[in-house]
């Protein structure tokens, strides 16, 4: 129900263990039937309460002939106390290592609390007076303010012929061990945009992701728009206010032959561009093919450039020519997009520096299908970590499972209720749409409900219980989740202050342009928490606790502790119970306990009889 405190483990829990027996079966997974040698698998480890495992690094991992492995483990969550607080038991851990697999195999693996012996000491990062250096013993990649990474981000107004690079203005090593990094740019963009009311700089940031041993980098890349939505706050407006693009690029420095899943290696320019209608591959200007889905990558020589979920997020082209690769987030030659006031939207990109390792399309598929790692769910439910979970049981509870599994039953593509048969129905794809979901309106209509009732919560928490982890679940849970962290938060200080950070109001009352104003009603963020501690997702955490709850806690009038700011209905009061008993439960941090505590005190208690 979202009570603080009522996430833990109940009366028939399993008794307390020593933290030396702790004993946790890790199972990794290859779907793109590409076989893996030594690639870096993350996954977030749940911990019980009573384990008392409180140091991470009294935690080692075995392979299946006990042979220990290579890991970093870095603290998510803990029990009752933030994650920085050594003196409480941890809760969530994420775990990297390194993992040799099968094309569509498994490898099993333990997690146990013991010291480990002979694990490596050199961290793959350094900061040298501002300059960011990762080795990972196969690329070496220098970030600073004034060179931010091999990744820039170029603007063109509608219309203008000059393009507008992005600045950087912080470089942060956000993450740094033996097995992996992460290096977090910020950034503005001050033009090459058609303003239409604003008078913020677009926000961009980019976080690479490297691993020891390997040529890959995974870089998620995120734009807002600070400004307001409106050329007036909520609940005023006016008209909408927003950046108008012409293109907006993502390039990389790339020479040699170009080539991509739709097209054969030759040396003239390749671009491939994606639509609403389809995808179209050109060698300059001439059409070379057509179809309905772009695999999503290309390379010139041996570099390649690739999107994960490029086509569901149209328009998007991907360019190769002139001794660069070139990921246009908003294409050059289509209709300019008109990028909104408070709009986020992040982007999944890899790049594969040169390797002479592996064909083009073996390397796209590592580069779209990243190897998945997991606990077993018994595991999961034992330790209370994400609250009371069942398991999957189709005896026990048929037609809910069944119900479950046509949610995105892609052997029930002929009938009608996936959410893929939907998608397509509606036409409900794109990089405003994509990851969003219909719901129940009335007895005999749906309609568009902005991801209603923490829609990613539910696949992610199917992905979590099912025994074998199917991974469409994983992925259509992220893209519901990307779609509420990105499209239904604003990102704005600019607005009225009880709007600004806030979430669109949810309903079932249906609209496509994602505008109306931030509400309590019909809020969550048990999704966004529950996949960062599933994957150590950073921008989940930054948007639940940072903006989200940021939004909750200014709302708390300040001449009347526990009063919440036009929370017009009780029922409001009590989202924002579960919201705050979520992110208590996550974080430890004991200001969200504190301040539910206020709002029952002074909104809920008086209302409540004796009787």
Known sequence: LGIPGAHGRGKDAAPARDAPTLRVAVTVHEDAGAGRTGEGATLGVPLPREANVRDVRTLRLSDEAG?????????????????????????FVLVDFRATVAGNGTRRFVLHAAPAAGRPAAFLGQNDDGVIRVATGALALAFSRAEPGPLRLVSEAPGAGGAVAGRATSVELEENGALRACVLVRGELDGGYEERGGRHPLRWSMRWRLSAGSTLARVQVTIENPDRPHERPFNETGDAVGKRFGRLALVLAAAGQSVAHEVDGAAAPLTIVQTAGGFEARRGTRTVKTGPRAAGWIAAGDTMLGMRSFAENHPKSLVAGSGTLALEIFPRGAEPVFFGGARGKTHDLWIHFPAATSTPEERAAIGLHPLRATVDPSWLQETGALGPLSLEDARRWPAFEETLDRIVGTDLASTKGTIFDERRAEKVTGWLDYGDSFR?????????GNAEFDFGWVLLRQYLR????????????????????????????????????GVRKHDGAGFTEHSRGPDFSHFWVRGMLAFHLATGDARAREVAVDEIGGWIARR???????????????????????????????TGDPRWLALSQRIARVMVAPGVSED
């Open 67 to 91: 042979g220990d492995v290579p890991v970093q483990v870095r603290a998510l969550s803990r029990w009752g106390a933030p994650a920085t607080d050594e003196r409480a038991p941890l809760r």
């Open 440 to 448: 129940a309106a009335t007895e005999n209509e749906r309609r568009f």
């Open 466 to 501: 099912e025994a074998d982890h199917d991974r469409i679940w994983l992925e259509q849970s992220e893209a519901v989740l990307r779609h509420v962290m990105d499209i239904d938060v604003l990102h704005t200080d600019d607005d009225a202050p009880w709007a600004n950070r």
């Open 556 to 586: 708390e009038d300040p001449k009347r502790p526990g009063w919440l700011v036009h929370a017009d209905e009780l029922r409001d009061v009590g989202w924002v119970l579960v919201a705050l008993a979520d992110l208590s439960d996550a």
